[in-house]
């Protein structure tokens, strides 16, 4: 089934971890993001790719780091998880960066860090 | 500062109509999203505007008023399943989304 791919689903993590959230898309997609959406606030972009080999901070980039080695792979990393990155992460795909078109989300990963 | 106000919780009734608003201001203006989340699930495009006026599709339809900086989703017949979030996004103009925090739509029977 064509779409995003999120990996884990759901994690529980210890303060001080690295850890690494996998999204792979097969739509072919140059744009992908990780958006961060916490109760109460709008999705907030972290960080963004036009295109492969390039990446882009977003609205709330500390403590996160991503790369784009190919098309399809756009991994989150947060370096030394902290409990105010406990939130849901989702990571989307769209055709191009500069694009009135829609977003295709992945089915998102729940991240607790304690 | 860019701001998307849209109410935090609406209730309605199976079989109705409900109208969700939602306001923006933001330096400039590429088009305005909205987007349905059920419950623990990822957000799903409903429709895009760029141009006044209303866009219909299915029991679903999007109006903007780029002078009034609004937009307001409708829900025509309302079903169980329309229980939900709706998320409203404005492009500005460097063609980054703002995000609203999202509408709860409760149905009840």
């Known amino acids: 089934i064509a779409g995003i791919t999120q990996a884990p689903t759901s994690q529980i993590l210890a303060a001080g971890r690295r850890m690494t959230l996998r999204c792979t898309q097969d739509?072919?997609?140059?744009?992908m993001y990780w958006y961060r959406q916490d109760l109460g606030l709008g999705l907030r972009l972290i960080h963004y790719?036009?295109?492969?080999?390039?990446?882009g901070k977003g609205e709330v980039p500390d403590g996160y780091s991503v790369s784009r080695a190919n098309t399809d792979d756009f991994p989150l990393t947060l370096a030394s998880a902290v409990p105010s990155q406990t939130s849901v992460y989702f990571c989307?795909?769209?055709?191009?960066?500069?694009?009135?078109?829609?977003?295709?989300f992945g089915e998102g990963s729940r991240l607790t860090v304690l | 500062g860019q701001n998307i106000d849209q109410p935090t919780e609406m209730t309605a009734t199976e079989g109705a109509i409900v109208q969700i608003n939602c306001t923006y201001q933001?330096?400039?203006?590429?088009?305005l999203f909205w987007y349905q989340q059920h419950a623990g699930e990822a957000p799903t495009f409903l429709s895009y505007?760029?141009l006044d006026g209303l866009e219909e599709k299915g029991r679903f339809s999007s109006f903007l008023s780029r002078s009034k900086g609004y937009s307001y989703l409708l829900l025509k017949e309302l079903q169980m399943k329309d229980s939900a979030s709706y998320l409203c996004?404005?492009?500005?103009?460097?063609?980054?989304?703002?995000w609203g925090a999202g509408t709860k739509l409760i149905i009840k029977p």
């Open positions: 933001t330096s400039g203006f590429n088009g």
């Open positions: 739509m072919r997609h140059n744009a």
């Open positions: 505007n760029v």
């Open positions: 790719s036009n295109t492969a080999g390039t990446t």
């Open positions: 989307a795909s769209s055709e191009a960066y500069s694009d009135t078109g829609e977003l295709f």
């Open positions: 996004a404005v492009t500005d103009s460097n063609y980054q989304l703002i």
